[in-house]
């Protein structure tokens, strides 16, 4: 089961920013949160990643909280293309490898 | 950087017949890649998971006999669903992540599976 919970849609005008929250209260302390997100009948696309840090790069910035436990993806300023839905995913280890187990998302739509 | 691919993008095919999904890395080594299926209005569910080399593992519930893995290169990882039947009919999407010190899975475009 995903071990992240997100509001199922959003919208925000273009233009302005958006926020996305997650919640994941069972992180454990070296899982990693990433965020993916969908357009329509395509492959999901990496947006970021972080384990305690904020991080920012040219999509976005991720803000995590002091106890891991919430996090938030900002795009600074949304456009038309960015609708899409947003999936925060936490990253579990497997043996020597990783899976991403994907919850519902949040559907962001962006307005004109 | 870190493009894969799937092809073909789309099939339609008839109930019985088997189909084979292509799923490579272009421009990087991928010793694990990985196998989701999408339902309409759903989000993704991971099927398998599939190490250069070596037998895929498979996610609980999902058929192992009905859905053949080979990952016989760094760079390419097939999917087979045998015996299509309309069920079977999703997208069906691959990621990879990088063999050395990977930390992100790149995702393939989707291949849509449609049996009649």
């Known amino acids: 089961d995903a071990k992240t919970t997100q509001p199922t849609s959003m919208d925000c005008a273009e233009g302005r920013a958006a926020n996305l929250p997650c919640n994941h209260s069972?992180?454990?302390?070296?899982?990693?949160v990433y965020w993916y997100r969908q357009i329509h009948s395509q492959g999901p696309q990496y947006i970021i990643h972080?384990?305690?840090n904020n991080e920012t790069n040219e999509m976005a910035s991720l803000i995590i909280t002091e106890d891991r436990k919430s996090s938030t993806l900002i795009l600074p300023h949304a456009t038309l293309r960015d609708t899409a839905v947003y999936y925060c995913i936490v990253r579990v280890a497997v043996d020597s490898s990783y899976k991403l187990i994907f919850g519902s998302g949040t559907r962001l739509l962006v307005r004109p | 950087g870190a493009v894969v691919s799937q092809h073909p993008s789309w099939v339609i095919c008839k109930s019985g017949t088997s189909v084979k999904i292509e799923c490579r890395s272009l421009d990087f080594q991928a010793t694990t890649m990985f196998w989701y299926r999408q339902f309409p209005k759903q989000s993704l569910m991971l099927m398998a998971t599939s190490n250069e080399g070596s037998k895929a593992t498979y996610e609980q519930g999902v058929e192992k006999d009905k859905f053949l893995i080979n990952h016989a290169s760094l760079t390419l990882s097939t999917l087979t669903v045998t015996s299509a039947h309309p069920e079977d009919s999703s997208f069906y999407i691959c990621?990879?992540?990088?063999?050395?010190?990977?930390?992100?899975?790149?995702f393939g475009p989707g291949t849509r599976l449609t049996v009649l």
């Open positions: 990621s990879a992540g990088l063999a050395v010190g990977w930390d992100t899975q790149y």
């Open positions: 069972t992180i454990s302390g070296n899982e990693y």
């Open positions: 972080g384990l305690k």
